[in-house]
C-alpha cells in the first residue's frame, strides 16, 4: 500500500503537467481555426465543424456541432456506409437473359430480368447476348420483354423534381434495368462545309434517342452548341442548335435518357442483330414468367469495389441504386421509401445517432436532406471500428493530391486525407479522415451551406482546417 501510494505521489506532478499541455494545444488549434474563419469571408454562411480521433472520443474541436446542414454529397458517406453495413462488400448485382422456352435455337420470348447493377454497361449487354449466341439461340419468335419489377416503376429520385428541366447526366434516372448509366453520349464535330449541319455521332442506345440538328457549321468564331434532352413518348428527344466553326476539332457531351427499360431494351436489340440473332417482335417492359430458362447471367462487381466510384467520383446514379437495393433486399421493395427507412433505421440503432436528421435520397443531390457535422463524424467513428466494411468504406474515398475529386487538392497533406466532397448551389462540404502529424487518425466533417460568390472561400476554409489539424502534436493529447 505505501509503495502504492509512492508512486502516486511521483504520478501526480506529471499529470498536472500533461493536462495543461494538452488544454494549451487544443486552445492553439481552436485559436487557429477561429482565425481562419474570421478571415474566410464566409461571415453570412451556416457553418459547422467537428474534429475528432477517429477511434472516438473528446472533439479537439468543434463549431456548431449540432447545427443541422445540407451535406450535399457527403450524403453519399451515409448510403454507402449503410450499403457496405447492410448488404456486405461482397453482393453483387446480377443480370439475366432468358426465355420462357425455347427449342432447336428459337425461343418463344426473350426477357432481360435486371436486378439494379448500377454498372450494366455495354461490356455487359453484349457479354450477355454473346453468351445466348454461344447457347444456341438464333431465333426469337415474340417479343423482347424488359422486367424491371426488382425495383419498380418509379425512376427518379426524391428531390431530382427540383430542377425538372435539368439534363446534365448526374441527373440520371434510375432503374432496375439500366444501362450506361442511363446517359448517351454525342460526339460532335463540324459539317463539311460552311452552313453545313454538324456531324452528329451518338454512342449506344441511340436507336432510343430522337435527334433533331438545328445547329449550323460557321466559318469562324467560338462554338456556340447548345444541347438539350427532354422526354418524348417513351424515347428521349435531344436537340442540337447553335453553331460550331469549321476548323472546331469538336466536342464531347452526354446527356441523361428517359426510360431507361426501354434504353436497355433498344440497346439490347441492336446488340442481338449484330450477333445474328433475330428478333421478329417488340421491345416492351413487362414481367418474366416464374418458369424460364436461362440463357445468360451477368454479375456486377462486388459492392466493395462499386463504392469507390460512388465517393471517388461522387457518381448520383450508382448511389441511388445503392440506397434501392438496400430496400429490396431488406424490406423486399426497390423504392425509396423502403430503402431510406432501412437507412434510418441503421443510423438509430446501429450507428447511434441521436436528434434530428433528414436523409431525402441517396446521393445528396437536391432534396430535404440536413445532418450536423457531429452526426457525419459519428458516422465516420463508426466505420472506422467496422469490420469487414472498414477496408472497402476508407478505400472508396478521394486521396489528396492523388485521385477522385481530391486529386487537385490538399498537396502539403498528399495522401494523408482520405474524404468526400459535397458541392451544391452554396454548399461546400468535406468530411472523411485526416492523418496528423502524429500518426494518428481524425474525422473530420465541414459543413457550409449559403456561400456566396463560388466555392474557394469554402475550399481555402477547408485547407486551413486541415492544415492547422495536421499540426495537432500526439503528445499534447491525453
Known amino acids: 500500500m505505501r509503495a502504492s501510494l509512492l508512486a502516486l505521489c511521483l504520478l501526480l ?61 457527403n450524403a453519399k458517406l451515409i448510403t454507402t456506409a449503410a450499403a457496405l453495413s447492410l448488404l456486405g462488400p461482397s453482393y453483387t448485382f446480377s443480370t439475366d437473359l432468358a426465355a420462357g422456352e425455347i427449342e432447336a435455337g428459337v425461343a418463344d420470348h426473350l426477357y432481360l430480368i435486371g436486378r439494379g447493377d448500377p454498372k450494366f454497361v455495354s461490356e455487359s449487354l453484349w457479354k450477355l447476348v454473346d453468351e445466348a449466341r454461344e447457347g444456341g439461340l438464333k431465333r426469337v419468335k415474340g417479343d423482347l420483354i424488359v422486367d424491371e419489377s426488382f425495383f419498380g416503376p418509379k425512376h427518379l429520385a426524391p428531390g431530382f423534381e427540383e430542377k425538372p428541366n435539368d439534363d446534365a447526366a448526374y441527373r440520371a434516372a434510375t432503374g432496375a434495368v439500366s444501362f450506361n448509366f442511363n446517359s448517351i453520349v454525342l460526339r460532335i464535330k463540324p459539317g463539311a462545309a460552311v452552313g453545313d449541319p454538324p456531324m452528329v455521332r451518338l454512342g449506344d442506345g441511340a436507336q432510343h434517342i430522337e435527334l433533331i440538328n438545328r445547329a449550323e457549321t460557321s466559318a469562324k468564331g467560338k462554338e456556340r452548341l447548345a444541347v438539350t434532352a427532354k422526354a418524348h413518348q417513351d424515347r428521349t428527344r435531344i436537340t442540337v442548335e447553335g453553331a460550331i466553326p469549321l476548323a472546331h476539332r469538336g466536342i464531347v457531351v452526354r446527356r441523361r435518357v428517359d426510360n431507361p427499360p426501354m434504353f436497355t431494351g433498344r440497346a439490347a436489340k441492336v446488340m442481338l442483330a449484330q450477333a445474328g440473332i433475330t428478333l421478329e417482335g417488340q421491345v416492351r417492359v413487362g414481367a418474366a414468367p416464374q418458369r424460364r430458362v436461362l440463357l445468360a447471367k451477368t454479375r456486377s462487381p462486388a459492392l466493395g469495389a462499386l463504392v469507390m466510384d460512388v465517393n471517388k467520383l461522387s457518381n448520383n446514379f450508382m448511389a441511388e441504386h445503392l440506397l434501392r437495393a438496400v430496400g429490396r433486399i431488406k424490406r423486399q421493395r426497390g423504392d425509396w421509401e423502403a430503402g431510406r427507412a432501412e ?42 471500428a467496422r469490420r469487414p466494411a472498414l477496408p472497402e468504406f476508407a478505400a472508396s474515398l478521394a486521396i489528396s493530391a492523388r485521385d477522385g475529386t481530391l486529386w487537385r487538392r490538399f498537396k502539403p497533406l498528399k495522401d494523408r486525407v482520405r474524404a468526400k466532397t459535397g458541392t451544391l448551389a452554396g454548399v461546400i462540404c468535406l468530411s472523411g479522415y485526416l492523418e496528423l502529424d502524429g500518426g494518428e487518425v481524425a474525422a473530420f466533417s465541414i459543413l457550409t451551406n449559403g456561400v456566396e460568390g463560388g466555392a474557394v472561400k469554402a475550399w481555402r476554409l477547408q485547407d486551413s482546417v486541415l492544415n492547422a489539424l495536421a499540426r495537432f502534436k500526439s503528445s499534447a493529447r491525453p
Open 343 to 384: 437507412v434510418r433505421q441503421f443510423l438509430k440503432d446501429v450507428v447511434g445517432l441521436k436528434g434530428e436528421f433528414r436523409y431525402a435520397n441517396g446521393s445528396g443531390l437536391f432534396g430535404d436532406t440536413a445532418f450536423s457535422a457531429r452526426q457525419v463524424v459519428q458516422l465516420l467513428q463508426h466505420m472506422h
Open 13 to 73: 506532478p506529471a499529470l498536472a503537467q500533461a493536462r495543461p499541455a494538452k488544454h494549451a494545444a487544443r486552445d492553439a488549434l481552436a485559436a487557429e481555426i477561429d482565425a481562419a474563419l474570421h478571415k474566410s469571408g464566409l461571415g453570412g454562411a451556416k457553418i459547422g465543424i467537428v474534429l475528432a480521433p477517429a477511434e472516438g472520443g473528446e472533439p479537439y474541436y468543434q463549431r456548431h456541432p449540432d447545427r443541422l446542414l445540407h451535406p450535399a454529397s
